[in-house]
C-alpha cells in the first residue's frame, strides 16, 4: 500500500516489501471482514444519526458497505497484502465505490476500537455456535445413555478394576462436564458481548458520538466503561481459550477412552469402518484416529491459551501491535473445537458400538464385588474396618487358589465370618453390586433413571 492510501502525509516512503508482509494480518483476519463490515455499518449510521455526517451520506456508506459484502461473498473482493489488514481493505474498497464519501466512514473510529468490535461480534457467533455443538454432543450421550442403563462396565481408579458401573452412568459423567462447559460458555458470553466501538484510538474522541446507539445496532449488552481498557482489553479472549481447553479435556478424557476401549486389550467396543482407518502395512489393523486426533488436538489449544496470556503479560496501556497476535490462535482454537467436537459426536452416535456380551464378560471377572462383601458384613454390625480386612484376607486366598469371589463356598464365607448366609451370592453379583448404589448421584440403576430424566431436562429447559 503506498503512503497516500494508509498514513498520514507525514511518511515519505513506501513500507519495505518484507516489513509490510510482516506488519500485514490481512491473511488471517479476513476472517473477520463480515463483522468489520456489519460493525462499520453501525457505525456509520450512528454518524448520520448523531448528525456528524449527513443522512445521505450514511446511506451512501451503508449501501457500499453491502455491496462490500456482496462482492467478498461472490469471490469478487479478495484483497491482499497491500491492504494490510481486513480494515484497511475495506475501507479502501468502500471509497473505490462510493467515492470520496467513503473516506468519511472512519471518523470518531480507530482501527483500535474496530478491531476489539469485530472480534468480540466474531466471538459472540462462534460461541453460539459451539454451545450448539455441545448440545447436539450431549444429546447423543443422552440417546446412548438412554439404551445402556442395564449394560454394565467395568469402573476404573487408577485404571484398576474398581467397581462395576451402568454404562449409562459413565456416560452420563461425560454429559455433565459438557452441561458445565456450556454454561461457562453462556457466561464468557457476557464479557465479550461488551462494545469497545467508540473508545477511538486509547481516549475516546472528540465529535459527539453515542456509543449506546452503535452497541444497540450491534446487540452488545453493554459498552466499555473506560476507553483505555476498552481498546487494549483482551480478557474475553483469554476466557473464551480457558472455556475450549476444558472442553478439549473433557473431549481427550472421552477420546482416551474410546482408544483404550477399542484396543485388544479391553475389547468394549467396536470402531465401525466410518469412523477407523486402516495402517498402510498392517493389514490386520483398524486405528482409532478420530479420537486419537482429538487429544491431539487438545495440545494445540492449550497452547493457544498460553500464547495469549504470555501476548496480554506485561503489556502496556492500551493498543500495542502485540495485540494483532490474539487472532491466529483464537481462530485456530475455534476451528479445533468446532472440528473435534464434531468427530467426537459423529464417532459416539454412528461409528462405535458397545460390546454388549464383553463388558458383561468382564464385569464377572474380577474383585470388583470386594467392597461389597465388606459392606454385607457392614450392613450386619461388623465395623467396616474389620470387614475390609477380612474380605482382604478372602481376596489374597481366593487369587492363590484361582478362585473368584463368587466361587466361593458357603462353608468357606461362614468360615471367615459367621455372618455369611446364602443370599451373599446376591449381594455379589454384578447386577446387584450396581444397583446397591443407590446414593444420589451413584450408579444405582434408579439414580440412573432419575439422572437421565434430569439430564434431558437440563438440555431442554436452557438450550439456545
Ligand atoms: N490489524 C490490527 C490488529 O489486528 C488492527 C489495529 C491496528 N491498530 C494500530 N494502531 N496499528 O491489531
Known amino acids: 500500500m503506498t503512503k497516500e492510501q494508509t498514513w498520514s502525509q507525514r511518511f515519505e516512503s513506501a513500507l519495505h516489501p518484507a516489513i509490510a508482509r510482516f506488519n500485514a494480518s490481512i491473511n488471517f483476519d479476513i476472517e473477520l471482514i463480515e463483522y468489520d463490515l456489519t460493525g462499520s455499518q453501525a457505525h456509520a449510521k ?69 478491531v476489539g468490535t469485530d472480534t468480540r461480534l466474531y466471538l459472540r457467533d462462534q460461541i453460539q455456535q459451539i454451545k450448539s455443538q455441545l448440545r447436539e454432543f450431549q444429546g447423543v450421550l443422552l440417546n446412548i445413555a438412554e439404551k445402556h442403563v442395564e449394560t454394565l462396565i467395568p469402573g476404573y481408579t487408577h485404571l484398576q478394576r474398581a467397581q462395576p458401573l451402568s454404562l449409562a ?15 461457562r460458555l453462556t457466561d464468557v458470553s457476557r464479557r465479550v458481548n461488551i462494545s469497545p466501538l ?22 452488545f449488552d453493554n459498552i466499555y466503561a473506560n476507553s483505555l481498557d476498552g481498546v487494549s482489553d483482551r480478557d474475553f479472549a483469554i476466557e473464551f481459550l480457558c472455556a475450549a481447553s476444558l472442553i478439549m479435556v473433557h473431549l481427550s478424557r472421552l477420546a482416551e477412552e474410546v482408544i483404550l ?6 475389547r468394549f467396543v467396536t470402531l465401525k469402518d466410518s469412523c477407523a482407518t486402516g495402517s498402510s502395512i498392517m493389514p490386520q489393523k483398524k486405528n482409532p484416529d478420530v ?42 482454537t475455534v476451528n479445533t473445537v468446532k472440528a473435534s467436537l464434531e468427530a467426537m459426536t459423529i464417532l459416539l452416535g454412528e461409528g462405535l458400538e458397545f460390546r454388549i456380551q464383553r463388558l458383561a464378560e468382564a464385569v464377572t471377572e474380577d474383585f470388583s464385588n470386594a467392597t461389597d462383601v465388606a459392606d454385607y458384613l457392614a450392613a450386619r454390625g461388623v465395623p467396616f474396618r474389620e470387614a475390609y480386612n477380612l474380605v482382604g484376607k478372602v481376596v489374597k486366598t481366593s487369587i492363590a487358589a484361582g478362585k473368584l ?24 453379583s454384578p447386577r446387584q453390586v450396581v444397583a446397591a448404589r443407590n446414593s444420589y448421584g451413584g450408579t444405582g440403576f434408579a439414580q440412573v433413571h432419575e439422572a437421565l430424566i434430569a439430564a434431558r431436562a437440563q438440555v431442554g429447559e436452557d438450550s439456545e
Not at 261 to 266: I, R
Open 46 to 114: 450512528m454518524l448520520a444519526h448523531t448528525s456528524i455526517i449527513s443522512q445521505e451520506e450514511g446511506e451512501q456508506l451503508i449501501a457500499g458497505l453491502e455491496q462490500v459484502r456482496q462482492e467478498y461473498r461472490q469471490g469478487k473482493f479478495q484483497p491482499g497484502v497491500d491492504a494490510e489488514d481486513v480494515h484497511f481493505a475495506v475501507e479502501r474498497r468502500l471509497t473505490e465505490i462510493v467515492g470520496d464519501v467513503g473516506k468519511k466512514l472512519h471518523t470518531a473510529r480507530s482501527r483500535n476500537d474496530q
Open 261 to 266: 476401549w477399542s484396543s485388544e486389550e479391553f
Open 169 to 183: 452412568h459413565h456416560l452420563l459423567a461425560y454429559f455433565q462436564m459438557a452441561q458445565r462447559d456450556w454454561e
Open 405 to 428: 469371589l463368587k466361587d466361593l463356598t458357603l462353608d468357606e464365607w461362614q468360615q471367615l465370618h459367621p455372618a455369611f448366609a446364602p443370599d451373599i451370592y446376591e449381594a455379589i
Open 198 to 219: 467508540g473508545c477511538g484510538a486509547l481516549a475516546g474522541t472528540t465529535f459527539p458520538i453515542d456509543r449506546h446507539y452503535t452497541a444497540k445496532l450491534l446487540n
Open 291 to 332: 479420537p486419537e486426533l482429538v487429544r491431539g488436538k487438545t495440545g494445540r489449544v492449550f497452547g493457544h491459551l498460553q500464547a495469549m496470556l504470555v501476548i496480554m503479560k506485561g503489556l502496556p496501556l492500551a493498543y500495542n501491535k502485540d495485540l494483532q497476535e490474539d487472532k491466529e490462535g483464537l481462530f485456530d
